[in-house]
């Protein structure tokens, strides 16, 4: 699909400057067979979008265009917002190749960042514009980095916001399992108290997170389930500090317990809630906190234990599905992100597909990633829909996503900030 455009776009390629012999046209005018709006979930025939710039500047039929502007013809295709990934950890490579420890504890931060790179090309080219970092597991800053060399062009990738380090309570992450008073590096910082948990809040904002990211509950010990690890009145004092400085709140909680301290806190989003209660849903959906579910990391997971995808499911990716479908019939708002990083980056549709395949609609699960992932993540404003004066991230998908969402796998064609992004392999 690429080849078809570099020819005619040239210096319209991301990473690719115009120069006084080859000026940028006026406008580039896209001609898909059809444009979802993310705003009504619908698929619009022969609607076409005229890019000027970075900015949307029309969108509707029979587009008139000025003389210079150059249009691409994405036949068969339909167009839509660039899909903003919810959850992922760039930080991390797929569990099957090495085990969270071994990443965290034996894995130089520069290899790390250096594949951290490579993730995010493949996840800007499978047509993910935007993404949610929540946590560099023991990489430490090294996503502020990555952010910065996204934002100046030097390497390609998603808009990122970054959550830096995350926050657990002191004790309760990991690594583990080594003589016990012998200091081990961790995934996470470590807090022990409201004034403690500030002060990490504070630091890691002054750092360059976008996001602060706790974890509401975690095992304390390998193999034990999973309990609440951070006060209320730590988690309230978390909340207020990011808040006070104009950052969100995302809390990892998969208990009913960490879910309600959370809640009660008054946080923004809440990641998986694999042990959310019909009552927990009801007061995320009466204070418009959205749920990440996560569906794909516990599949995932599962089949690197040796599930076949067979029927029935293992009793984790059972349970997942089953608090999905209750925050759906509670009217939680759903955030669309898999924990990218237990599996590859680059499939980050597999979420998309999970969720339709546990009951949401398409056309509501491409919402989601799109204008929903935007709201919640405070960019509604510029991202997350197709409409004039927001930024021209947009792609392009064989088929008709919103009728059968294995569409989004089959990514065509791909703009960030009115480039076209070239999909070609690097050379």
């Given at each position: ?5 570099l020819?005619v776009?040239g ?10 012999q080859q000026?940028q ?12 709006d ?7 025939p ?7 710039g970075?900015?949307?500047?029309a969108v ?15 036949e068969?295709?339909?167009?839509m917002?660039?899909?903003?990934e919810?959850h992922?950890h760039?930080f991390l ?5 090495a ?10 931060v ?7 790179v490579?993730q995010?090309?493949?996840?800007l080219?499978a047509g993910f514009?935007s993404?949610r ?10 996503d502020v980095?990555?952010k910065?060399?996204?934002?100046q062009g030097?390497?390609?990738g998603?808009?990122?916001?970054v959550a ?7 004790g309760a992450?990991g690594?583990?399992?080594f ?7 961790q ?10 948990m500030v ?5 890691q ?5 976008d996001?602060i990211k706790l974890y509401?509950?975690?095992?304390w010990r390998?193999?034990?389930e999973?309990?609440?690890?951070l ?6 004092a978390a ?5 006070d400085?104009?950052r969100?709140v995302?809390v ?5 317990e960490?879910m ?9 989003t809440?990641?998986?809630?694999y ?8 007061a995320?959906a009466?204070?418009k906190?959205?749920?990440?579910p996560?569906l794909a ?8 234990r040796?599930?076949?995808g067979?029927e029935?499911?293992?009793?984790a990716?059972l349970?997942?599905r ?23 980056h680059g499939?980050?549709?597999r979420?998309?597909?999970l969720l339709?395949a546990?009951g949401?609609?398409?056309?509501d699960v491409?919402m ?12 509604a404003a510029?991202l997350?829909?197709i ?11 064989a ?15 791909v ?5 076209v992004?070239?999909?070609e392999?690097?050379r």
């Amino acid at each position: 699909m690429a080849k078809r455009w570099l020819a005619v776009l040239g210096a319209l390629t991301l990473g690719g400057p115009a120069t006084a012999q080859q000026p940028q046209p006026a406008a580039m005018l896209l001609k898909p067979a059809g444009v979802f709006d993310a705003v009504d979930g619908e698929v619009h025939p022969g609607w076409q979008v005229l890019v000027r710039g970075e900015r949307i500047v029309a969108v509707g039929p029979n587009l008139a265009a000025p003389a210079d502007t150059i249009v691409i013809p994405l036949e068969g295709d339909t167009l839509m917002p660039g899909m903003i990934e919810g959850h992922a950890h760039l930080f991390l490579h797929p569990y099957n190749e090495a085990s969270w420890d071994d990443q965290v504890l034996h894995e130089p931060v520069a290899l790390r960042t250096a594949r951290a790179v490579a993730q995010a090309r493949a996840t800007l080219h499978a047509g993910f514009t935007s993404l949610r970092d929540l946590g560099t597991e023991g990489a430490g800053y090294a996503d502020v980095g990555l952010k910065a060399a996204i934002d100046q062009g030097i390497v390609e990738g998603p808009r990122l916001q970054v959550a830096t380090r995350a926050i657990v309570a002191l004790g309760a992450y990991g690594p583990k399992g080594f003589e016990p008073g012998i200091a081990v590096p961790q995934g996470a910082e470590e807090v022990s108290g409201a004034e403690q948990m500030v002060a990490a809040v504070r630091r890691q904002i002054a750092a360059g997170a976008d996001w602060i990211k706790l974890y509401a509950d975690y095992r304390w010990r390998p193999g034990e389930e999973s309990r609440a690890t951070l006060s209320l009145e730590e988690i309230k004092a978390a909340v207020a500090a990011a808040h006070d400085a104009g950052r969100p709140v995302a809390v990892h909680a998969a208990t009913a317990e960490g879910m309600r301290r959370a809640i009660e806190a008054g946080v923004d989003t809440i990641e998986h809630g694999y042990g959310g209660t019909p009552a927990i849903f009801a007061a995320m959906a009466a204070r418009k906190i959205a749920l990440c579910p996560t569906l794909a990391a516990s599949d995932a997971t599962s089949r690197y234990r040796g599930w076949n995808g067979q029927e029935p499911a293992p009793a984790a990716v059972l349970a997942n599905r089953e608090s999905f479908r209750r925050a759906l019939r509670a009217g939680v708002p759903i955030c669309m992100g898999g924990d990218v990083g237990v599996y590859a980056h680059g499939e980050n549709a597999r979420e998309m597909v999970l969720l339709a395949a546990a009951g949401m609609r398409s056309a509501d699960v491409l919402m989601a990633a799109t204008s929903g992932n935007a709201r919640w993540s405070g960019q509604a404003a510029r991202l997350g829909a197709i409409k004039p004066g927001l930024i021209a991230d947009l792609v392009a998908v064989a088929g008709d996503p919103a009728r059968d969402i294995q569409a989004v796998r089959a990514v065509r064609f791909v703009m960030q900030g009115g480039k076209v992004v070239p999909l070609e392999p690097p050379r």
